[in-house]
């Protein structure tokens, strides 16, 4: 088996403070960092893109600062998701229109990042423009899961999350419309928090109003993941619905033991059909908080509109910005963006419009709620890690699916909501496969859900599962 190497096994936040204290340079970790990735990437395809020359120089630059001056992250590493821009970087977006296109300019998250303290490194794989929930392109292949090499990352967040699991990153960078950050923690026994809508700052393309989508961070643990959070929010005069910073840190919040009074559980929103064992092992883990003092009760608000709401919301996205790529450069597209490009030019008025009433008034009842619980749980995703040639999953128990998005509901829906979400590893599976429990918290309630994670993550004592080495298939 492949070894871990000594620095690549700690937390981001035991780093952090080994920067802070000078114990390690930005330096070192890269040198770190890239042997770990020469033994370890070669199995599971996580980091196609590298730019180690770049980041030495930028850490070179940084180490000139004192310490105090370096920001939140202070040096560390971050990987950054091919569908956003690094500048003088191979950004892709999984696309063979874009398999050379390096930009002049980063994305204003990869600046905001930088100022925080965040070296970049090395660009994650993703889908086809990040359409689907298994990790693989034309341009770089497929990214396996490192607890069997067979399987699927999930997506489209899933170079993040292997490299997360496998010791190639502490930290990184992800993005969430349908559970892209999510899926993948889930699959690969990290965490992925997909934040409130304007947490995170980016650059807005072809709408200032896209909301579905948003970006976020993915971590081995629940304080790493308010650490990068604390790095990638902030106001930013470039994206107009960015929110200001709060005068709390996430990692703060997240440590101040402040458990759930009153939690609910759904195994399935009343939306999905979920895999047995998945129910039987969220459910356990849910239960748990009933340590920490809390009330735990089967409940969650009136989502019975998301599969149409979200299908019509994702086609007009889809349909914005990429009608030009389907008119010019249609050879070059999967079906499965085909599809769902042509379904958003179909689209009428009524239809928009419907839409939009159904996740407004899916946003109230669930704000409503939370007037009641402080969290919502369920299961991060419908099934345990499937085939990697499987494009995706097409049935879950007796109900077969007509497109490649609609096992996604438990996780869309939330989005559609408007809430703070995130998977969190909850247990395994008897083929010891990960599973992720998602964790919902009220509209702008990163504080609350990260301290209520946390608590979690303490009483459930999985805090340290990975990284790992990649696993072949079992015989």
């Given at each position: 088996?492949?070894?871990?190497?000594g620095l690549?096994?700690?937390?981001a936040?035991a780093?952090?403070d080994?920067l802070k204290?000078g114990?390690?340079s930005?330096?070192?970790l890269?040198?770190?960092?890239?042997a770990r990735?020469?033994k370890v990437?070669v199995?599971?395809n996580a980091?196609?893109t590298?730019c180690?020359?770049?980041?030495?120089?930028h850490?070179e630059?940084?180490?000139?600062?004192v310490?105090s001056?370096?920001?939140?992250?202070?040096?560390?590493?971050?990987?950054?998701?091919?569908?956003?821009?690094v500048?003088?970087?191979?950004?892709t977006?999984?696309?063979?229109i874009?398999?050379?296109?390096?930009?002049d300019r980063?994305?204003v998250?990869?600046e905001?990042?930088?100022?925080n303290?965040?070296?970049?490194?090395?660009?994650?794989?993703t889908?086809?423009f990040?359409?689907?929930?298994n990790?693989?392109?034309?341009?770089?292949?497929?990214t396996?899961?490192?607890?069997?090499?067979?399987?699927?990352?999930?997506g489209?967040?899933?170079?993040?999350a292997v490299?997360?699991?496998?010791?190639?990153?502490?930290?990184?960078h992800?993005?969430?419309?349908?559970?892209?950050?999510?899926?993948?923690?889930?699959f690969?026994?990290?965490?992925?928090l997909?934040?409130?809508?304007?947490?995170?700052a980016?650059?807005p393309?072809?709408?200032?109003?896209?909301?579905l989508?948003?970006?976020?961070p993915m971590?081995?643990?629940?304080?790493?993941?308010?650490?990068?959070?604390?790095a990638?929010s902030?106001?930013?005069p470039?994206?107009?619905?960015?929110l200001p910073?709060?005068?709390?840190?996430?990692?703060?919040?997240?440590?101040?033991?402040?458990?759930p009074?009153r939690?609910?559980?759904?195994?399935d929103?009343g939306?999905?059909?979920?895999?047995?064992?998945?129910?039987?092992l969220?459910?356990?883990a849910?239960?748990?908080?009933?340590?920490?003092?809390?009330?735990?009760?089967?409940?969650?608000?009136?989502l019975?509109?998301a599969?149409?709401?979200?299908?019509?919301?994702?086609?007009?996205?889809?349909?914005?910005?990429?009608?030009?790529?389907?008119?010019?450069?249609?050879?070059?597209l999967?079906p499965?963006?085909?599809?769902?490009?042509?379904?958003?030019?179909?689209?009428?008025v009524?239809q928009?419009a419907?839409?939009?009433a159904?996740?407004?008034?899916m946003?109230?009842?669930?704000?409503?709620?939370?007037e009641?619980?402080?969290l919502?749980?369920?299961p991060a995703?419908?099934?345990?890690?499937?085939?990697v040639?499987?494009?995706?999953?097409?049935?879950?128990?007796?109900?077969?699916?007509?497109?490649?998005i609609?096992?996604?509901?438990?996780v869309?829906?939330?989005?559609?909501?408007?809430?703070?979400?995130?998977?969190?590893?909850c247990?395994?599976?008897?083929?010891?496969?990960?599973?992720?429990?998602?964790?919902?918290?009220?509209?702008?309630?990163?504080?609350?859900?990260?301290?209520?994670a946390?608590?979690l993550?303490d009483?459930?004592?999985?805090?340290?599962?990975?990284?790992i080495?990649?696993r072949?298939?079992?015989?």
């Open positions: 088996m492949l070894p871990n190497q690549v096994s700690e937390s936040c780093i952090v080994k204290r114990d390690v930005p330096l070192d890269l040198d770190a960092l890239e990735i020469g990437d199995h599971v980091l196609p590298l180690f020359d770049r980041a030495r120089d850490a630059v940084l180490m000139q600062k310490v001056e370096r920001g939140v992250l202070a040096g560390l590493p971050v990987p950054i998701k091919d569908l956003t821009d500048a003088g970087v191979l950004s977006q999984g696309s063979p874009y398999k050379d296109r390096i930009p980063s994305d998250l990869v905001h990042l930088e100022r303290g965040a070296v970049i490194y090395a660009k994650s794989n889908p086809e990040g359409a689907g929930a990790t693989f392109n034309e341009v770089f292949g497929a396996r899961n490192p607890w069997d090499t067979s399987k699927s990352a999930a489209s967040s899933g170079g993040a490299a997360l699991a496998t010791g190639m990153a502490w930290l990184a992800g993005s969430d419309m349908g559970g892209s950050l999510r899926n993948p923690a889930s690969c026994g990290v965490v992925g997909r934040p409130s809508i304007g947490r995170v980016h650059t393309k072809f709408g200032v109003n896209r909301t989508g948003v970006q976020g971590a081995r643990n629940i304080e790493d993941l308010a650490l990068l959070l604390d990638m902030g106001e930013s470039a994206d107009p619905l960015s910073a709060l005068p709390t840190s996430f990692l703060s919040s997240a440590r101040s033991g402040k458990a009074k939690v609910a559980y759904s195994p929103l939306i999905t059909p979920v895999d047995p064992e998945i129910v039987a969220t459910r356990k849910a239960a748990r908080f009933a340590d920490a003092g809390a009330i735990v009760e089967e409940a969650h608000p009136d019975r509109e599969h149409d709401c979200f299908h019509v919301l994702r086609a007009f996205d889809f349909a914005i910005t990429k009608a030009e790529l389907l008119r010019t450069r249609r050879d070059l999967k499965e963006v085909i599809w769902n490009i042509e379904r958003g030019l179909e689209l009428s009524e928009l419907r839409a939009e159904q996740r407004l008034a946003t109230e009842r669930t704000r409503a709620f939370f009641s619980y402080d919502l749980l369920t995703t419908i099934v345990p890690p499937f085939p040639e499987q494009r995706y999953v097409a049935e879950c128990g007796a109900e077969k699916f007509d497109n490649y609609h096992w996604l509901g438990i869309y829906a939330i989005t559609l909501a408007c809430c703070p979400a995130l998977s969190m590893p247990g395994f599976t008897a083929s010891d496969l990960p599973v992720g429990l998602q964790v919902v918290g009220p509209p702008r309630g990163e504080a609350p859900l990260l301290a209520g946390k608590v993550e009483i459930l004592g999985l805090r340290d599962i990975a990284p080495d990649p072949p298939p079992k015989s």
